[in-house]
């Protein structure tokens, strides 16, 4: 496995870590349908939320533009499929954490609501 592999594998195994520990329960980590995928589907109260881990061994990323808009258009497909698959009456919530830093040094930020589904129109316009 490359290197970023691995650093993104260990990103995401402390973003779950930090998620359990604020009291999230994991349903899904690296959940596919087709070429999408979802990092983690986590459930805390009537909200089903879907977790995008960003891992940076520094801190020079933007929160507001590190996920592009086609990015979020495939996180929220594939939240919609998955939805669609497991008629869960619960609210979608679509959040970010950074992992920045090195294993012996680390910060982690979570972005609860970091976006929302964009609505798509139907028909005629």
Known sequence: ?????????????????????????IVERNW???????????????RIVFVEVKS???PDYD???DISPAKRSRIISA???????????????FDVIYIVGYP????????????FPTLKRYGRR
């Not at 970023?4 to 779950?16: F, L, P």
Request: charge should be negative; glycine fraction near 10%.
């Open 79 to 93: 939240a919609n499929a998955y939805l669609r698959g497991s008629n869960l009456p619960h609210e979608p919530q």
């Open 1 to 25: 496995m490359a290197r970023h592999n691995d650093y993104g594998k260990w990103g995401e195994d402390r973003a779950v870590e930090f998620l359990v520990g604020k009291g999230f329960a």
């Open 32 to 46: 596919r349908v087709g070429h999408y995928e979802l990092d983690i589907i986590a459930m805390k109260g009537n």
């Open 56 to 58: 940076r061994l520094h």
């Open 104 to 115: 012996d040094s680390f910060n982690v930020e979570h972005i609860p609501d970091a976006f």
């Open 63 to 65: 929160p507001e533009t």
